[in-house]
C-alpha cells in the first residue's frame, strides 16, 4: 500500500501479520483491487483470523500462569528439603496422591527428589540440581509469559485497526450510495 492510504505499521509479530491503518479509503480500495463488499469480506476474514490466534495465545497464558505457581511450589519444596538436611528431625509433608487425595509422608535426610518431567517420565535429581532445572523453568516460563503478553498486545492493536478499518469501508460505501442516489434523484427530477 502507498503511504497514502495506510500508515507505516509494523509487518509481521512472530507470525500474526499486520494491519495497516486506512487513512483514504478510496485510494485503498484501488490499490488493492477491491470492491467494498470483497474489502470488508476480506477483513471481516482477517478479524476472524486473529479472533483465533487469540484464543490460542489466551490458552497459552492460561498455561503459563498455572505453570509458575507449580514451579515455585516445587522450588520451596526442595528448598524446604535442603533446609531440614543434617538437621536429624524429618520432614513431615501431606502430598497429593490424586485429585482430593492426600497422604502424610515422612521423609528422613535426603540427597535427591524425583521431578515429573511430563509424558508419564519422572527424573531422580540431586537437590542443587532439581534447584537448578526447576530456577532455569521458571525463568523460561516467565520469559514466554512476558512474550504472550506483549504478542496479546500486539494481536489486540491489530483487531482493533480492523475493526476501525472494516467500519470506515463500510461507512465510505453507505455515504458513496447516497451520493449516488442522490445524483440518480437530482436526474430524474
Known amino acids: ?3 497514502s492510504s495506510s500508515s507505516p505499521a509494523v509487518t509481521e509479530r512472530r507470525g500474526i501479520p499486520g494491519a495497516s491503518f486506512v ?21 471481516q ?14 490458552a497459552q497464558q492460561r498455561d503459563l500462569q498455572a505453570k509458575i505457581p507449580d514451579i515455585e511450589k516445587c522450588l520451596d519444596v526442595v528448598a524446604t528439603l535442603e533446609a531440614k538436611k543434617g538437621t536429624g528431625e524429618p520432614l513431615i509433608a501431606d502430598f497429593e496422591v490424586s485429585e482430593g487425595i492426600y497422604s502424610r509422608a515422612r521423609i528422613e535426610d535426603t540427597d535427591s527428589v524425583c521431578l515429573w518431567l511430563g509424558a508419564n517420565v519422572m527424573l531422580e535429581y540431586s537437590c542443587e540440581e532439581a534447584t537448578a532445572l526447576l530456577q532455569k523453568n521458571l525463568e523460561n516460563a516467565k520469559a514466554s509469559l512476558e512474550v ?18 472494516i467500519a470506515r469501508v463500510y461507512n465510505w460505501d453507505v455515504h458513496q450510495r447516497r451520493i449516488r442516489q442522490a445524483a440518480a434523484a437530482a436526474q430524474d427530477s
Do not use: P, W
Not at 487513512?23 to 477483513?43: M, R
Open 23 to 43: 487513512h483514504d479509503v478510496q485510494t485503498y480500495l484501488t490499490e488493492s483491487g477491491l470492491d467494498c463488499n470483497s474489502a470488508l469480506a476480506f477483513l
Open 1 to 3: 500500500m502507498a503511504s
Open 45 to 58: 476474514e482477517r478479524l476472524q483470523q486473529y479472533k483465533l490466534v487469540e484464543m490460542k495465545l489466551l
Open 148 to 165: 504472550l503478553v506483549t504478542d496479546l498486545q500486539f494481536l489486540r492493536d491489530q483487531v482493533t485497526i480492523t475493526q476501525v478499518t
